[in-house]
Each structure stands twice: as structure tokens, then as C-alpha cells.
């Protein structure tokens, strides 16, 4: 005899008490129901869709809604294993994986008998697709926002045996050096040692040790999020100023995060939704056989870096090279030129040469077309606006006049880096 049933799906998050990381587990329940629309299914029913094994020991709502989107265009069935208990019933009848390979997960992925894809860079012991952030492009992004800002010293903390907080601290200190900086001014925190981290006092002083060795005004990138927000909170906890003294960058913007730190806490946005949907859709193009196991790891750019009062302040001293700053930013975006900075400022144009040079180490001619130039990538590679409208967007008069400038600072057109950095290419 049939059962007439409501299907009501639902999402929990559990915390394993031997992992403090969140995982997310959907299944479905039934319920009987008085006006009945639904009948129970035969045994010899089939799932016409794909079946999609999630297999996460974090969760975070952004990646999810990614994967969500792309299934739901595909029709895809969500399975309801998704980990509570590390475990897939024999027999199950699964299409794909999207994984995320790690120490608490290593043996469940590396036994799953189905096509994967996973979104870290975590050494795997076989080849399977993966789609993962651009973390080189993170930390030129971070180095870009302080640089911008003049500072001399900086620094990036990180915990030491995380791979991604090692690619972004790489890539963040090669970056400085291409934009001038000597590699004696630049420093690593290192997050508190297992033994230590567990004593609040401890950790502390620990970290407010490394920080007070350093000279300020300090430019720190954080890996993460949550590094950032306790290096803004030891700070004003022992009278360090943040940003005046200590200026704190971190990564993925968290909102609720960011936003509660004693001092609201700049982030890098790292596009999670897109990384998600991408992921899908490698699994979908593995699941059909238009790419194999072998398929090169697909990067996802950051989309920006999200100012917060924790990045407010320029390492300058000079009053009319911090007003010039100030001005050069709020209309880079308009025609504007020298004598109207000089304006401005009420310095001469010789004399605001010589302030420029002598406290940010560049003329201010090159900090107008600096911004122009990053505001013009940034239009090209994430948008679809066309390039005489991005000219005009970043203060040229024309494609030409923007084409001239872009090359000579990039080496190519901005159609040739639009075709080779584009996001979606």
C-alpha cells in the first residue's frame, strides 16, 4: 500500500567536537499528509537527475550558493549524505563529487569511486580537476593596496602550516619587491605555537611581542579573516593604534567578521560563489567526458579589496602629499591634471614634485596614471563594458589615450589583457 507523503528539506550545520570546522548535512524527511499531492514511489523508481556528493569539513554559505546555482540550472539531486557521519551507503547510486581535500577528510575522499572535483590545493595522491582561488593574485592585490598607500615596512601573518597562507605571504612579498620595496623591510608574523594558542594571555603577548619588534607605521596582511580580527584586537587591547600605527588587511570578507572587529577590518574578496559554480560545472564537463582527470587546475580572481577603517590611513606624513593622495583617488576617474592637483594642494608644481618623490617614492603624474591603469585592468577583466567607455570611466578622452598609457605600462593592449586575464576566459 502506497503512503502519501510531504518531502521537506531541510539544512543543518554540525560541529565535530574532534574538528572545531562547521559542516553542512542536507536530507530530506517525510511527513504524512492530510490533502495529499505526492505519492511514495515504487521501489523500482529511478532518479533521473544526477546525483551530487558534497564533501566539506567547513562551510561556508557563499560556495555553497555557487554549487546550488549551477545545479539547480542542471537539475541536479543534492545528495542527503553529505558527512554527518562520514559515511555513504553501499550501494549508493552517485554521479560526482565536489570535494575539499584535507587532514579530516583524506581517506573519505581518496576512497570515493566516482568523478571529483576538488577546490583546494592541498597535495592529493591522484589527479582530479580542481577550481580553486587565485591565491598569487590575492596577494599582489594586498601588496597593491598597501603600496598605494605609501608605506615603507610591512608584514604578513599568517599560521606557518596552512598551504594557502604560504602561497599568499609568496606572493605578496614578490609583489612589494616588483614595486620597490627592499627585503629588509619586509617581515613575517608567525601565529602562536599549539602549545601557547590555547592561553589567551599567552597568545597575547606572544604575538604583541613580534609586533612591537617591528617598525610603524606597519603594513600587515593577514591570511585569513579570523588572524586579522585578533591582530586588530591585541592591538587596541595594549594601546597600539589601528590603522595609524598598525594597518590590518585580511582575506575572503567575512562580513560579520570584518564587521565586529573592535576596529572594522579591511578584507580581500575572493568571489567564493564563482569558485562554487565553477566547481559544478567541472564536474559537470568531467561527469560528460569533455575533460579528463588531467585537466589544469582552473583559478578564480579575487573581485576587490573591501575598505574598512582597518586600511584608513596612508603612511605619509607630509599634509599636502596626503591632501594630494586624497584628491588624485576621489577623481582619478576625471580629467583632471597636474596644475588641478596643484591647485588643490596650494603647492607649485615643482614643489609638489619634490614632495611626492621624497615621501611616496613617485612623481605625482605616475600615482594619477597608477590608478588609472589598476582601475582599467580591474574594468577589463570583470566586466563586459566596452573600451571606450572604460576609458573615459578611468579619466582618458579616448580608447587611443588609454591604449597608449596601458601599453606602456602593461606592454600590451588593453584587448590583449582583457583576452588573457579575463575572469571568465
Known amino acids: 500500500m502506497t503512503k502519501n507523503i510531504e518531502k521537506v528539506h531541510k539544512l543543518f550545520i554540525l560541529k565535530f567536537p574532534e574538528n572545531p570546522k562547521f559542516v553542512a548535512v542536507s536530507y530530506s524527511i517525510f511527513h504524512p499528509m ?3 499531492k505526492f505519492t511514495f514511489p515504487s521501489k523500482q523508481a529511478k532518479v533521473s537527475q544526477p546525483s551530487i556528493l558534497l564533501a566539506f569539513d567547513w562551510f561556508d554559505e557563499r560556495f555553497y550558493r555557487g554549487i546550488f546555482n549551477y545545479a539547480k540550472e542542471r537539475g541536479w539531486h543534492m545528495s542527503p549524505y553529505l558527512l554527518s557521519d562520514r559515511f555513504i551507503p553501499k550501494g549508493w547510486p552517485g554521479d560526482g563529487a565536489i570535494t575539499c581535500y584535507g587532514h579530516s577528510l583524506a581517506d573519505f575522499i581518496d576512497h570515493l569511486n566516482m568523478p571529483t572535483v576538488d577546490v583546494t590545493v592541498e597535495s592529493i595522491p591522484r589527479n582530479i580537476p580542481r577550481v580553486v582561488v587565485d591565491n598569487k593574485k590575492i596577494g599582489q592585490l594586498a601588496a597593491e593596496h598597501f603600496h598605494a598607500r605609501g608605506y615603507a615596512h610591512y608584514a604578513y601573518y599568517s599560521w606557518a602550516d596552512v598551504t594557502v597562507n604560504s602561497m599568499r605571504r609568496d606572493a605578496y612579498f614578490e609583489e612589494l619587491i616588483v614595486l620597490g620595496v627592499h627585503k629588509e623591510n619586509l617581515f613575517e608574523i608567525k601565529q602562536t605555537t599549539p602549545d601557547l594558542i590555547g592561553d589567551w594571555n599567552k597568545h597575547q603577548s606572544d604575538i604583541l611581542n613580534k609586533v612591537s619588534a617591528l617598525p610603524r607605521p606597519l603594513a600587515v596582511f593577514a591570511g585569513q579573516d579570523n588572524l586579522g580580527a ?13 590603522p595609524e600605527e598598525v594597518s590590518v588587511l585580511g582575506v575572503d ?4 567578521l570584518c564587521e565586529s572587529a573592535v576596529v572594522p577590518l579591511s578584507s580581500i574578496r575572493t568571489n567564493l560563489t564563482e569558485v562554487g559554480y565553477q566547481a559544478a560545472r567541472q564536474l559537470d564537463r568531467l561527469m560528460k567526458g569533455e575533460i579528463s582527470n588531467d585537466e589544469p587546475m582552473k583559478l578564480i580572481a579575487p573581485l576587490s579589496v573591501v575598505r574598512r577603517q582597518s586600511t584608513d ?3 605619509v606624513t607630509h599634509p599636502a602629499v596626503v591632501n594630494a593622495i586624497r584628491f588624485i583617488r576621489e577623481n582619478f576617474s576625471h580629467p583632471i591634471t597636474i596644475e588641478d592637483i596643484c591647485h588643490y594642494t596650494g603647492l607649485s608644481k615643482r614643489g609638489l614634485e619634490k614632495a611626492f618623490l621624497k615621501h611616496l617614492g613617485r612623481s605625482p603624474a605616475s600615482e594619477l596614471r597608477r590608478l588609472r591603469i589598476q582601475n582599467a585592468k580591474r574594468m577589463l577583466t570583470q566586466t563586459n563594458d566596452k573600451i571606450d567607455y572604460i576609458a573615459q570611466e578611468c579619466g582618458y578622452s579616448n580608447s587611443s589615450n588609454l591604449s597608449c598609457a596601458f601599453k606602456k605600462d602593461t606592454g600590451t593592449s588593453p584587448r590583449g589583457y582583457r583576452n588573457k586575464y579575463r575572469h571568465d576566459s
Open 253 to 256: 570578507n567575512i562580513d560579520l
Open 313 to 315: 590611513a596612508l603612511a
Open 34 to 36: 492530510k490533502n495529499p
Open 230 to 242: 585578533t591582530l586588530v584586537e591585541i592591538c587596541v587591547r595594549n594601546g597600539i593604534h589601528v
